[in-house]
């Protein structure tokens, strides 16, 4: 049964990988487009292997809007818990949010990446090779989100006391056990549940770049949210009875770090990952507590409690529509073969909007696809918190073009920056799997919490006020 299998793989990589060089082609040298075109026409693909925009969009916008919902289930539950004991005395948790929640960025859509990009090479064919390549990168994930977790809690610190200049040890100590659970529980759950997407869209035989990623966004927000709000809450309430659960926490979960890394480096792909794969992953963390930062100093504030509800929402869009195009990007180059880090005869130019959005390669199509998700996808999922009666502001037509504007304009940043990085990193002899995704969801967690910010400034400042906000 593999066999045929594999055959359909192998054409199906060396149509779509012929095809979209055909695309590329056509990007960057305009006097060739008839040619191409006619290429493009040509039999020899044939039709169900070819990614139309239409055949992209449908793909993309199940899982898109199933993780939507993860989003609002997501900001449905921040709205609930920043009125928590935890979040109103120890503030800093907000710093948090927004660090935590980009680890499934950082490693669960890192994984969901790697293992597409490495299911569409066929480097899961067979069961000895899948389980090896399952168990190198949960191994992998379990290390990283312990270091992150635990480098997070210390940004938190820093971010939340220096400002103030009132260190107390409890807090900074409760924040670290709550952060390295957190990390370590959510991003077991989910590489499980990625593992399982991937393995299934393979046998179903739809493209897992499409799917596994939105799906990892999706669960992602909801679980690590509901997790951090658990653990928080019950680790606080030992703070008074005991000096010795929180640090106990810390210790339990740092300790099991070795036993991940003896694991990890028994898979050569993750063996790379698991010594060079921590900058991106560091400095997104970096990138995300800034959003928190951001997010502290903006909930805090009573008048606008009100952007609790769509900070997961706005940060999760943007990141799950850039890491599908990320992904895709990095496929689209591992199928081509184009040699990583070999100085190409024409060297790539830093591509233009306009080639991004409107070339006529297949991810100027995707890229174009993605973004029309954007507005009809968020007034789905504001009309969704609506009428759930989420959230402490009433959605005024003004409050709903700032937020689109706002929402809009993140993704084509992203969007764009997705397009210039990738390649970038393939010419510089990066693997974009592991190292773009974590820059670029980062990046939407610092951009969506920000522009979000800015909308409610303005708004306050034009006199689009809420009565009831904060109550």
């Not at 199906?12 to 095809?19: F, L």
């Not at 060089?21 to 305009?30: G, I, K, R, V």
Request: glycine share 8%.
């Amino acid at each position: 049964i593999s066999r045929p299998d594999m055959v359909v793989l192998d054409c199906r990589a060396n149509a779509k990988g012929q095809r979209e060089e055909d695309a590329l082609l056509e990007n960057t040298s305009q006097s060739n487009e008839s040619d191409n075109t006619s290429m493009d026409q040509s039999p020899v693909p044939p039709a169900p292997l070819k990614e139309t925009s239409f055949s992209i969009g449908l793909q993309v916008l199940f899982p898109f809007l199933l993780a939507g919902f993860g989003t609002v289930a997501a900001g449905m539950v921040l709205d609930i818990v920043q009125h928590w004991t935890v979040f109103t005395e120890v503030t800093e948790v907000f710093i948090l949010v927004p660090a935590l929640l980009g680890l499934k960025g950082n490693l669960e859509m890192t994984l969901a990446s790697r293992l597409s990009t490495a299911a569409n090479i066929g480097q899961m064919d067979t069961a000895k090779d899948m389980w090896k390549m399952i168990m190198g990168n949960l191994a992998l994930i379990q290390v990283q989100a312990t270091v992150v977790g635990f480098l997070a809690s210390i940004a938190a610190v820093i971010f939340g006391w220096i400002p103030e200049g009132n260190f107390k040890m409890g807090h900074a100590v409760l924040l670290c056990a709550s952060s390295v659970a957190t990390a370590f529980i959510a991003s077991l759950l989910l590489g499980l549940i990625m593992i399982g997407v991937i393995i299934a869209s393979r046998k179903v035989g739809i493209n897992p770049d499409n799917v596994a990623t939105p799906i990892a966004a999706s669960l992602g927000d909801l679980i690590t949210l509901a997790l951090l709000a658990g653990i928080s809450t019950g680790l606080y309430k030992e703070l008074e009875f005991n000096d010795y659960a929180n640090p106990m926490v810390c210790a339990f979960f740092v300790a099991l770090t070795p036993i991940w890394v003896l694991i990890a480096r028994r898979t050569p792909s993750t063996r790379e990952v698991l010594y060079s794969g921590w900058e991106p992953v560091i400095i997104a963390m970096a990138i995300s507590s800034v959003g928190g930062l951001i997010l502290d100093k903006t909930v805090s504030n009573p008048n606008f409690a009100g952007m609790a509800v769509f900070t997961p929402v706005i940060n999760g869009v943007g990141g799950n529509l850039v890491a599908v195009q990320a992904s895709r990007i990095s496929t689209y180059l591992h199928m081509n073969a184009l040699p990583i880090a070999e100085p190409n005869p024409a060297p790539r130019k830093c591509p233009t909007p306009w080639s991004t959005f409107f070339g006529s390669g297949v991810n100027a199509r995707s890229a174009r696809v993605l973004f029309l998700l954007v507005a009809p996808g968020h007034l789905v999922f504001l009309y969704t918190i609506n009428s759930m009666q989420g959230g402490h502001t009433t959605l005024t037509s003004v409050f709903i073009a700032f937020y689109l504007a706002a929402a809009l304009l993140q993704v084509v940043i992203l969007l764009y920056l997705a397009d210039w990085m990738v390649n970038w990193m393939w010419h510089r002899g990066m693997d974009p799997d592991n190292f773009s995704i974590p820059y670029l969801t980062a990046l939407g967690d610092l951009l969506g919490t920000g522009f979000l910010a800015l909308c409610f400034h303005i708004l306050w400042l034009i006199g689009d006020r809420d009565t009831d906000v904060g109550d």
